[in-house]
């Protein structure tokens, strides 16, 4: 396993458009998150998942945004009707869970959105 | 709303210098944990720290948990280069998501 994998890691569209990013998690976590970052700033949560159930949604993800996880493997977060203030890094990360571990995320390289 | 202050946001030092970065909330966190991101990648876990007043040192890395568990500190002894990077606190609490600090970018000029 070569860690968590983001597709594609650059994107360039036209504002209205709509846009869809892939992670593929490391194989044995059952937790899957996604987080935005601008440059400089940290990343701000957004979403994530226990296996194929989304259990939390950041008040940050209009309805224009949507996140899968079917089959409890990989990630799709899509964007509808991009805007420019969606330009961003979207960062996914996996971690392994579990009741009495600190929560260690382990994050793919970053999709960078760039709306024109 | 939990949220996490570091500070300072930007830090440019010679080679040879030491520094500390700080993370501040008015939350309790159950973990706290420290990444050091390059431009273009993702961020790296450099340590997690669990227990209140805990310190552990990683080479010239030392980091600190507050004792009321709001709070971290990062002190990098003798900066090199390649410590140049985005520094990231996280909390951790009851919720299963991590909050991260708003960066720390550190420049370190040979």
């Known amino acids: 396993d070569t860690g968590v994998s983001q597709d594609p890691r650059h994107k360039i569209t036209k504002r209205g458009q709509n846009v869809t990013f892939r992670c593929d998690p490391i194989?044995?976590?059952?937790?899957l998150y996604w987080y935005r970052q601008t440059l400089g700033q940290g990343p701000e949560f957004l979403t994530y998942f226990q296996n194929e159930a989304q259990l939390e949604k950041s008040r940050l993800l209009s309805d224009r945004f949507s996140a899968e996880r079917p089959k409890g493997s990989f990630s799709t977060l899509e964007i509808q009707r991009t805007e420019q203030g969606d330009s961003a890094m979207y960062l996914c990360?996996?971690?392994?869970?579990?009741?009495?571990?600190?929560?260690?995320?382990?994050f793919g390289a970053g999709s960078r959105l760039t709306v024109l | 709303t939990q949220l996490l202050e570091q500070s300072p946001q930007f830090l440019s030092i010679q080679e040879g210098e030491n520094l500390t970065v700080y993370c501040n909330s008015s939350s309790v966190f159950s973990s706290l944990q420290w990444y050091r991101q390059e431009p273009g990648e993702g961020p790296v876990l450099l340590v997690t720290?669990?227990?209140?007043?805990e310190v552990k040192k990683l080479k010239r890395l030392t980091f600190q948990f507050g004792d009321a568990r709001k709070d971290s500190s990062l002190h990098i002894t003798a900066a090199q280069p390649g410590d140049t990077g985005l520094y990231l606190c996280?909390?951790?609490?009851?919720?299963?998501?991590?909050?991260f600090g708003t960066g720390t970018l550190l420049a370190v000029q040979p």
């Open positions: 194989s044995e976590h059952n937790r």
């Open positions: 720290v669990v227990t209140g007043g």
């Open positions: 990360a996996s971690s392994i869970g579990g009741r009495n571990l600190a929560n260690v995320l382990t």
């Open positions: 996280a909390g951790g609490g009851a919720t299963n998501k991590l909050i």
